[in-house]
């Protein structure tokens, strides 16, 4: 059982009409994008043709028109992951939006995941249905939908076969000429640039959101290398000479590898703590020493006769000290 697979998996690669085709005819409902089924009951229903009466179809709103009906699908459609012990993650603030490129990633999803089960088989979509809020107007547009397709369907290969056999003409002239006209005047059909308009915008969201995710790692790389911590050191420097280079120049790189493989020349930065430090363990050792010194001359004065005291102080006083006068 698939609960979780890879980007790179086949069921990301199926196509939105393959999509569209296997949900109206599994749910028997008449979607003609794949974001119309943003509310999440289609989600919910799903789920409910692949594992029969795991989901409460009475909780499903077919109706739901805000973000907050629609969430309240998303929470039944997350109750039965929970059950079934499914893993996969549901972006419910970004369904809820009707992007396509989500939506369609999401229901690819769920068709890898219908057939991984052998689900969907012999399920009666519409009697299901009917217990869910707006359930049958649901059902009730989707065969209006489907009898009118079928009408005009029926319509135009009436109108084409009656003008096949009034233009039944001998001359062949007229007949080539008929039938260029419209095709040279028609063109293609409006559904096919629908489709390509789609496949277009999916491809730009899809490019787009690359861009951003490749943009904010990058600017993760820019804020680190401000760090005062090691804005200083020659990686980073390395780092911010390609990040910051303007042209698709080769020699970037090397450049940078030179910088990485050159010696610093750079001192390192003295810290502002250390030379207060050293001033004060400085001034420290000199008032030991003064002290000391004090001691010592206190200590020989003791010991000396008064004789040589006087003989001192006069030492001094020829000395010029501003104590003693002659």
């Known amino acids: 059982m698939a609960t979780n697979i890879g980007m790179m998996d086949g069921a990301y690669f199926v196509g939105r009409s393959e999509i569209l085709a296997w949900i109206n005819s599994t749910l028997q409902l008449h979607l003609n994008k794949v974001e119309e089924a943003c509310s999440g009951a289609v989600h919910c229903q799903l789920m409910d043709a692949a594992h029969p009466g795991m989901v409460p179809m009475h909780k499903v709103n077919f109706d739901a028109k805000s973000e907050y009906e629609m969430i309240q699908n998303y929470k039944v459609l997350q109750d039965v992951f929970n059950k079934l012990k499914i893993t996969k993650h549901i972006e419910v603030s970004k369904l ?33 249905r009917e217990a869910c809020k707006g359930g049958k107007e ?52 409006p559904p096919a640039y629908d489709e390509k308009i789609t496949e277009l915008k999916l491809s730009v969201d899809s490019l787009e959101k690359e ?83 004090f001691d010592v001359d206190a200590a020989a004065m003791a010991k000396l006769s008064p004789r040589q005291r006087v003989s001192d102080a006069s030492d001094v006083h020829c000395s010029g000290s501003p104590l003693m006068t002659c």
């Open 96 to 128: 809820v939006k009707g992007r396509p490129l989500d939506n369609l990633e999401f229901m690819q999803w769920m068709k890898r995941y219908c057939d991984s089960i052998n689900g969907c088989t012999s399920y009666n979509a519409l009697e299901r």
């Open 138 to 189: 649901v059902s009730k547009r989707a065969a209006q939908s489907q009898s009118s397709a079928k009408g005009t369907a029926t319509s135009q290969r009436a109108h084409s076969s009656h003008n096949a056999r009034r233009n039944d003409v001998p001359h062949s002239g007229n007949q080539s000429v008929k039938a260029s006209r419209p095709s040279s005047s028609g063109g293609p059909a």
């Open 211 to 293: 861009r951003d995710f490749y943009f904010a790692k990058l600017r993760d790389i820019e804020i680190l290398c401000q760090t005062p911590e090691i804005e200083h050191l020659s990686v980073v420097a390395a780092i911010q000479k390609i990040l910051y280079a303007t042209d698709d120049d080769a020699t970037v790189v090397a450049q940078a590898q030179a910088m990485l493989s050159a010696p610093s020349k750079e001192a390192e930065p003295s810290s502002p703590i250390a030379e207060p430090l050293n001033e004060k363990a400085s001034s420290e050792t000199q008032k030991r020493k003064t002290i000391n010194n």
